[in-house]
Nanobody, 121 residues
Framework: QVQLVESGGGLVQPGGSLRLSCAAS????????MGWYRQAPGKGRELVAT???????NYADSVKGRFTISRDNAKNTVYLQMNSLKAEDTAVYYC???????????????WGQGTQVTVSS
């Protein structure tokens, strides 16, 4: 089995920073793209940022220049550094990864359980 476990969410004031982490564990042969998505109350889930296995990144326009995604392939972990946080960044943040479990397995899409980020004074 494969698990994605997020950590680092919480309550922060506008203008503050948080760092989210997501560690993949279990029977893993290889991880391709990893990413972060978020879902605010009453809204659909949206892309925040993605990073490929070779480090290429992609960001939503709303977070460019404020958020930075990175990964540690040796630890099967992806990070999201969030700076200059705004009230509109409040959401549940979900980790996502494309993982294959054996050398002959296809890549499947896995999701974490989500971590709450609340930006409020």
């Amino acid at each position: 089995q494969v698990q994605l476990v997020e950590s680092g969410g919480g309550l922060v004031q506008p203008g503050g920073s948080l760092r989210l982490s997501c560690a993949a564990s279990g029977s893993i042969f290889s991880i391709n793209a990893m990413g972060w998505y978020r879902q605010a109350p009453g809204k659909g889930r949206e892309l925040v940022a993605t990073i490929t296995s070779d480090g290429s990144t992609n960001y939503a326009d709303s977070v460019k220049g404020r958020f930075t995604i990175s990964r540690d392939n040796a630890k099967n972990t992806v990070y999201l550094q969030m700076n200059s946080l705004k009230a509109e960044d409040t959401a549940v943040y979900y980790c996502n990864a494309y993982i294959c479990r054996t050398i002959i397995s296809p890549f499947y899409n896995y999701w974490g359980q989500g971590t709450q980020v609340t930006v409020s004074s």
